[in-house]
């Protein structure tokens, strides 16, 4: 395991924390908490995939963590029906770490091939 790409994770884990219980303290109501649930969590959760991907490249470990980080929160502000959130959430930033690392590769490749040339 690569201990360099996993400390440049950090970053990123303390975004998701701070989303995950920072923002639920803030609402009052139902409607905040499901646009919580279903618009604001799943776009930090692909956001934080992607810009991942396309700085270090794909990590397996970052949505297993991100996913990690969740969990708790189900149980501290929601109830465990709240639990579809979690694989749902690990596999936005699979896709997201995803499509980022194969922005960098195809970036890194015209990179290169303009060197080349």
């Known amino acids: 395991m690569n201990t360099n790409k996993n400390k440049k994770m950090l970053p990123y884990l303390i975004i998701a924390i701070a989303s995950f219980y920072i923002l639920p303290l803030l609402g009052k109501n139902t409607g905040y908490f ?9 776009l930090v959760s692909f956001n934080i ?7 270090y490249g794909f990590n397996i470990l970052l ?8 969990l708790p929160t189900i149980f ?42």
């Open 49 to 55: 995939g992607l810009i991942y991907g396309t700085k």
């Open 76 to 117: 501290i502000y929601y109830n465990i029906s709240a639990i579809i959130y979690f694989p749902a959430y690990q596999t936005l930033t699979l896709i997201g770490n995803s499509i980022g690392y194969f922005i960098r590769k195809k970036t890194k490749k015209n990179i290169n091939l303009n060197i080349e040339n």
């Open 63 to 70: 949505p297993l963590l991100l996913g990690g980080v969740f």
């Open 34 to 42: 499901i646009l919580v649930l279903l618009v604001i969590f799943p």
